[in-house]
Each structure stands twice: as structure tokens, then as C-alpha cells.
């Protein structure tokens, strides 16, 4: 009797409408939560066993791999949550709970290209290092420092994604603009 009533308070909050129809909605989105979980839970399980096969962990610390199997995880979760919303059809709590879903991942990767960034940047300044042309020192750490800048740039723009593309690249160029006379203070300072 309770339920009932809080159900009919939520439909006339929400304009939901029928009241069956918000109960089988919420099976489902019940149903698609469920169903992410199991999905998460299953795709982690089954990159992990790979990943043992493959003998990554030889090369790779364990807790990178587990945070990447992690992060795997818990899209797959955010991305069933969010399906299971856009089935309630409460449009106030889906568009505040969407906005807020949309933000994680593009933060993640943004962690994920800086980390990759930074993998491939040490790669190309061991790589010049071993080289050792003339002038190595100097390639070597200018290769180093444009792709870190380069995946700065990219995550900077995936971890804004939400926002318009002039607003990023404003910031973009702010940030360049400190970064650069960062540099030039530094290198200044230091002779």
C-alpha cells in the first residue's frame, strides 16, 4: 500500500504517467542493471584469463593491469546505468544523472591517453638516447616533451568533451601560453 502510494507520488512528481507502465520499465532498467553487472564482471574475468595467457604480467606491473581491467569494468557498469535511466523515463533524473555519466569516462580517458602518452614518449627518448647522434640530448628531450604535449592536448580535449569546441580550445591555448613561459622562466632562471 505504501509502495503504491510513493509509486503515485512519483508519477505525478515526474509526469511518468501510467503507473504499470513505470513498473515495467523499471523491471527492465532492474533487468539491464543486472545484466551490466554480470556483463562487467564476465568481460574483466575474461581479459584477465587472457592477459595471464599472454604473459603480460612479466612486462607489466600487476596493478596497471588491474586498474586497466578496472576501468573495463566500470564502463561497461556506467554504461548499462545509463541505459537503465533512459528506460525509467524520468527526464529530470536522466538528464542530471547522463550529465554527471558523461564526465567519468572522459576523464578515464584522458588518464589513459596521458598514461599512454607518457609510455610512448619515454619509448622515443630511450630510442634517440640509443642512438647517439649528434645533438641527442637535445632531440631526445624535445621528443620527449612534444608528445607528452601532443597527448596533453588530446586529453584536455577528451576529459572536455562535454563542453563546445571553442571553450576547449581556449583553454588549450591558456594553457600552452602558461606552459610556454613556464619553460622560458625556468630556462631563463637556470643560466
Excluded: C
Excluded at 533524473?93 to 578515464?108: E, G
Excluded at 589513459?112 to 610512448?120: K, M, N
Amino acid at each position: 500500500m505504501i509502495a503504491l502510494s510513493l509509486l503515485s507520488v512519483l508519477s505525478d512528481k515526474f509526469a511518468i504517467g501510467d503507473i504499470n507502465l513505470f513498473l515495467i520499465n523499471l523491471v527492465i532498467a532492474i533487468i539491464l542493471l543486472g545484466i551490466g553487472i554480470f556483463l562487467g564482471k564476465f568481460v574483466k574475468f575474461v581479459f584477465k584469463k587472457t592477459l595471464e595467457k599472454s604473459g603480460v604480467e612479466r612486462t607489466t606491473k600487476k596493478s596497471f593491469i588491474e586498474l586497466f581491467l578496472t576501468v573495463i569494468k566500470w564502463s561497461i557498469y556506467l554504461l548499462f546505468l545509463s541505459l537503465a535511466l533512459d528506460q525509467l523515463g524520468i527526464p529530470q533524473l536522466t538528464k542530471w544523472l547522463t550529465s554527471i555519466l558523461v564526465v567519468i569516462p572522459a576523464i578515464v580517458g584522458a588518464l589513459l591517453l596521458i598514461s599512454l602518452g607518457f609510455g610512448i614518449a619515454v619509448y622515443l627518448k630511450s630510442l634517440v638516447e640509443e642512438s647517439e647522434i649528434e645533438g641527442w640530448k637535445i632531440l631526445a628531450n624535445i621528443m620527449f616533451y612534444f608528445s607528452i604535449y601532443i597527448f596533453s592536448i588530446f586529453a584536455i580535449k577528451t576529459a572536455l568533451i562535454s563542453q563546445d569546441k571553442s571553450t576547449v580550445n581556449m583553454i588549450v591555448l591558456i594553457l600552452t601560453a602558461i606552459i610556454t613561459a613556464a619553460i622560458a622562466y625556468y630556462h631563463v632562471k637556470k643560466k
